[in-house]
């Protein structure tokens, strides 16, 4: 592996700045089907400066390679070549495009991974808080990755499990299942949804719900990401594969973001605080 210090206030930064898990999933359905089998025959940097400093061996090892899988992992998205990996953070305001490789470049268009076949995927990113990072070896050892909890989508994410890891944990509900360590890449919006549809305060502390409570809480995680990226797969249809910002296509929340607004279910008005520092909503009556 390329050695990369991250410590550990650099990556609770970058997971504060990143899309939400269905996002980056649908901006990987985007360009798995072009870049999959493809050679590369290039890499176009036009910036050296991102979150991280872009890894001179993303230029020099990845040309001559060829992109064998597109994968994700929580809110990661990751090339993997013939011979290393590259993985791929959006930051808040980043995102991936398949654009044919002439197409003259935008004031934020950063990198260019150019492919065999005439086509470019292109990083785009006007804050430029993403990163890029070439790893030789297993990516999931890398910090970033590793010790991360199950996928929520994934097989061994259940209620039972979730139940069995909040044992003894006085934080709240909303910050357990926000923690990666727990769970990969339930971000602010969903983690506010999930509890929404679970019936679930976010404000209780995670070691005194009950085990009908966390299999209540794991149904409905999976239920507002499926939906999320059935909503998204709708959009990338409309969006017909152009240069279109897939990693934030429209939401339809249910308490998110309408604070003041009456609850769907009930009518009462949705809720807002600040909790653990980030936007919660939520509905008093419903959540308990």
Known sequence: ???????????????????????????????????????????????????????????????????????????????????????????????????????????????DIVLGNGLALRYNDPRRLGLLLWIDDDPLNHPLLKGLGPEPLEEGFEGDYLFRKSRGRTITVKQ???????????????????????????????????????????????????QAINRGEIFLTEAQGGTAKLAYFPLKPDVYGRGGDPCARCGSLIQYVRLGGRSTYFCERCQR
């Open 1 to 111: 592996m390329i050695a990369r210090k991250v410590s550990t206030k650099m990556i609770q930064e970058i997971t504060k700045h990143m899309p939400e898990l269905p996002e980056v999933e649908m901006t990987r359905r985007s360009i798995v089907r072009q870049l999959e089998g493809e050679m590369v025959s290039g890499v176009v940097a036009r910036t050296f400066r991102l979150r991280l400093p872009l890894p001179a061996e993303l230029t020099g090892n990845l040309p001559g390679m060829v992109i064998l899988r597109v994968e994700r992992r929580a809110k990661y998205i990751l090339l993997r070549a013939t011979s290393g990996t590259v993985i791929i953070h959006l930051g808040m305001s980043g995102s991936l495009a398949i654009v044919p490789a002439t197409t003259p470049p935008g004031k934020h268009d950063h990198l």
């Open 176 to 226: 357990f299942i926000m923690d990666g360590r727990v769970v990969a890449g339930i971000g602010n919006i969903y983690a506010n949804e999930a509890l929404f549809h679970a019936c679930i305060h976010p404000a209780r502390l995670a070691g005194v719900i009950s085990l009908a409570g966390y299999r209540r809480l794991a149904g409905a995680i999976r239920d507002v990401l499926k």
